[in-house]
C-alpha cells in the first residue's frame, strides 16, 4: 500500500513541526472517485492531519502525496459552476482594468483547467497561456482555443517560459498554491516569470473563514497549505517578491486575493497592514485557536451523525447533492456511507456513474432526485447551496428537504 511522505520540518520556513491540532485519520484521496467494478477493492489511504508552525504560522498537513499522483486526471472542470464562471467572468474583468492590459500584455495562468478564466481574457484581444497538468483537462482548453503548456509549473517550466520570451505582465493562479507542497521553489519561479512591473495574482480559500466557519471539510490531501495572511507575507518576503494588496473573496467559503510584485515595488495598500492586525487579534497567529478549531470539528460530527441516525431510526429516506471532493473528506472522517446516505446526485457527466472514494456512495444525475424522491439530500458542496436550492424548487415542492452540513447541520424546507 502506497504511503504519504511524512514531514517533520515546515515547509515554509524548515522549524520542527508541533502535533497535528486536527486528525481526520487515514482517508483515500479526495478526487479518487472509484468505477464501480471496482466497489470490491482496497482503496489506498493517506494519513490526514493538519498542524500549525509556531515560527512562520504556516498551516499544513503532516504528510504530503506527490502531485503526479494526485493531479495527473483530475476530475475537477472548472467550467460546471455557473457561480464559479460568473466569479472568473468578473476576476478578468477587475484585472483588466485595474492593471491596463491590453492586445500587447501577456497573461500566464497556472493551472489554467479547462481555460474557464483564460477565455475572458481572450475575448478582449489579450495573449494568454495556460499551464495544466491533466492532460485530459489541457485537451479540453486547447479545444476552446486557449494555448495551455502540460505540465507543473515550477523551476523548469520557468526556464521554458523565459526561454521563449514570455514574460507574463500579469501571473494568476486560483485554487493552486494551497496545492504545491514546494511553495518556496514556486513562489521563486513564479517571480522568474513575472515582468519587473509585472503582477501576480493568487486566489486561495482564507482560513480566517475555515475556522469561522467549521470548513475542515476543505481540508483533504490535495490542500497542503490553509492559508493566514501573516503566513503568506513570510512565504513571499522569502521569494524576494512584495505582497502589494489584499481582498477578500466570497468563493469557496471565503477566499483571499492577494497581489504580488517584485520586492522593488512601493509600500502596501492599507489592506494589507489592517488584515494583518485583524489576524494577530483574533489569533491567527498562535496555536490557541486552532487547539479550540480541533475540538469543534469534533462536535460538528457528533451533530451531523446524531441527525442522520435519527432520520434513518425514524424510516427517512436521506441522499446528498453533489460529488465535490470536500464532500468525501466530510462523509469518510464522519464516517457516512450508504447505510446512512443512499446516493448522491452531480451535473458533471464525467462523475455520473461513479462511486465516491471511502464511503462507496454511488453518483447518479441530478433528475434521480426527482425520481427516487428521498425525503433528504444532504448538500456537499455547502458553498454554493443557494444556487443548487433555486435549480432544485421542483424536489423541494415534490416535499424534499435539504441538509445544509456547514457550519452546523441545518435543514431546509423551501
Ligand atoms: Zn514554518
Not at 495562468?109 to 495573449?127: M, T, V
Not at 447505510?339 to 447518479?364: A, C, E, M, N, Y
Request: neutral net charge; glycine residues 8%; aromatic residues 8%.
Amino acid at each position: 500500500m502506497p504511503d504519504n511522505h511524512k514531514t517533520t520540518a515546515c515547509l515554509g520556513c524548515g522549524a520542527a513541526l508541533a502535533p497535528p491540532f486536527l486528525n481526520l485519520g487515514r482517508t483515500p484521496l479526495a478526487n479518487s472517485y472509484l468505477r464501480p467494478e471496482h466497489a470490491a477493492a482496497n482503496e489506498p489511504v493517506f494519513d490526514l492531519a493538519v498542524t500549525y508552525c509556531g515560527q512562520c504560522h504556516l498551516v499544513q498537513l503532516t504528510s504530503t502525496v506527490p502531485p503526479e499522483s494526485l493531479f495527473s486526471e483530475y476530475l475537477y472542470f472548472s467550467s460546471y459552476s455557473e457561480s464559479y464562471l460568473a466569479h472568473a467572468s468578473e476576476m478578468a474583468d477587475s484585472l483588466i482594468s485595474r492593471l491596463n492590459l491590453d492586445s500587447s500584455s501577456r497573461v500566464l495562468e497556472i493551472a489554467s483547467n479547462d481555460g474557464y478564466l483564460l477565455q475572458f481574457f481572450k475575448r478582449r484581444g489579450i495573449p494568454v497561456l495556460g499551464i495544466e497538468p491533466a492532460h485530459n483537462i489541457a485537451v479540453q482548453a486547447r479545444e476552446r482555443g486557449i494555448p495551455t503548456m502540460e505540465c507543473f509549473f515550477g523551476t523548469d517550466s520557468a526556464a521554458a517560459i523565459v526561454a521563449r520570451n514570455s514574460l507574463a505582465d500579469l501571473i494568476i493562479g486560483n485554487n493552486v498554491m494551497a496545492h504545491v507542497p514546494a511553495i518556496n521553489a514556486f513562489l521563486s519561479a513564479v517571480r522568474t516569470c513575472l515582468k519587473p512591473q509585472g503582477t501576480a495574482v493568487f486566489e486561495f480559500p482564507y482560513l480566517g473563514d475555515l475556522l469561522d466557519n467549521n470548513e475542515f471539510d476543505t481540508i483533504y490531501h490535495e490542500h497542503v497549505f490553509y492559508y493566514s495572511l501573516g503566513a503568506v507575507c513570510a512565504l513571499v518576503r522569502r521569494a524576494r517578491l512584495k505582497l502589494v494588496d489584499v481582498e477578500r473573496q466570497s468563493v469557496h467559503g471565503g477566499s483571499l486575493r492577494i497581489f504580488l510584485q517584485h520586492e522593488s515595488a512601493g509600500p502596501p495598500a492599507p489592506a494589507v497592514p489592517a488584515m494583518l492586525e485583524e489576524e494577530k487579534r483574533r489569533g491567527l497567529l498562535g496555536p490557541e485557536l486552532y487547539r479550540s478549531f480541533g475540538k469543534a470539528v469534533e462536535d460538528l460530527k457528533s451533530e451531523l451523525l446524531r441527525l442522520l441516525w435519527e432520520l434513518r431510526a425514524s424510516g427517512k429516506s436521506v441522499a446528498a447533492y453533489g460529488a465535490p471532493a470536500k464532500g468525501n473528506t466530510l462523509l469518510n472522517y464522519c464516517g457516512v456511507g450508504r447505510d446512512l446516505v443512499q446516493f448522491t446526485v452531480d451535473r458533471s457527466p464525467h462523475k455520473q456513474g461513479l462511486l465516491l472514494p471511502g464511503s462507496r456512495i454511488p453518483i447518479l444525475a441530478p433528475q434521480a432526485l426527482l425520481e427516487k424522491r428521498p425525503q433528504y439530500a444532504v448538500i456537499l458542496p455547502w458553498n454554493i447551496a443557494s444556487e443548487i436550492i433555486e435549480q432544485q424548487q421542483q424536489y423541494l415542492r415534490a416535499g424534499g428537504k435539504f441538509i445544509i452540513p456547514i457550519p452546523h447541520p441545518v435543514i431546509v424546507d423551501g
